[in-house]
């Protein structure tokens, strides 16, 4: 079965750098969730997005956006990267059907490593 | 707000002993509860989850929790651990009225031969 997709798998940037990590929703899937996982930390949700609008913002940074696009794949986009960024960003997605009982499907993460 | 936790960052077991990883909720309504697995360098697993059909909620691998709610818990176990269970475990709670997943702080298996 088709799963979620991310991608780079890891990426390594500078501090003040960018970074732009991707995700590919399993197919038919309408919601996408962003999650940042630190070292030794459990994950915490920063964004989602339902129909290509955003549904819910966690702890995001200001300096990180976030969109859904027609084809329902979602990008984070990170710009002014900290030392503190470094982590594991997950996306998860699933079917909006029973709205909180609904199962998020776990990417395999992208690590991030800000040096 | 919503919230879990769960007692114990980690637990070791033998191999073929029960697993028991406990995880507590605080919710002034009934939740939606998850349990999730992660092994080394993977994302995250569903292994089972609580949506009121059944207190009694069988997962994936043999895994199997039960909602209490007087005890507000959803203890997740296993009668026999095999090798492959060693991995990170996280209870998560989702509220009916939004999306998003809180979890747990994790526990950590380990599982002694």
């Known amino acids: 079965a088709a799963g979620v997709i991310q991608s780079p798998r890891h990426l390594i940037k500078e501090k003040r750098e960018t970074a732009t990590l991707k995700c590919y929703p399993i197919p038919r899937h309408d919601t996408v969730y962003w999650y940042q996982q630190g070292p030794g930390q459990d994950p915490q949700f920063l964004i989602s997005?339902?129909?290509?609008?955003?549904?819910d913002k966690g702890s995001i940074p200001d300096r990180f956006s976030a969109q859904q696009f027609s084809d329902y794949h979602s990008e984070l986009n990170m710009s002014s990267l900290e030392l503190g960024d470094s982590a594991l960003y997950f996306c998860a997605s699933t079917l909006l059907q029973d709205r909180g009982a609904d199962t998020q499907y776990f990417g395999p993460g992208t690590r991030l490593t800000v040096l | 707000a919503q919230s879990v936790t769960q007692l114990g960052s980690h637990v070791s077991v033998s191999e073929g002993a029960l697993v028991l990883l406990r995880c507590n909720y605080s919710s002034s309504v009934p939740p939606y509860l998850f349990w999730y697995v992660q092994y080394p360098n993977q994302g995250l697993q569903l292994l089972l989850k609580?949506?009121?059909?059944?207190?009694l909620v069988k997962g994936i691998n043999g895994f199997e929790a039960e909602f209490k709610k007087s005890e507000t818990s959803f203890h997740l176990t296993k009668p026999s651990a095999h090798m492959s269970d060693a991995a990170e475990y996280f209870c998560a709670v989702n509220r009916a009225a939004g999306n998003k997943l809180t979890f747990g702080g994790g526990t950590r298996v380990l599982v002694k031969p």
């Open positions: 997005f339902y129909e290509k609008m955003q549904s």
């Open positions: 609580y949506t009121s059909a059944a207190t």
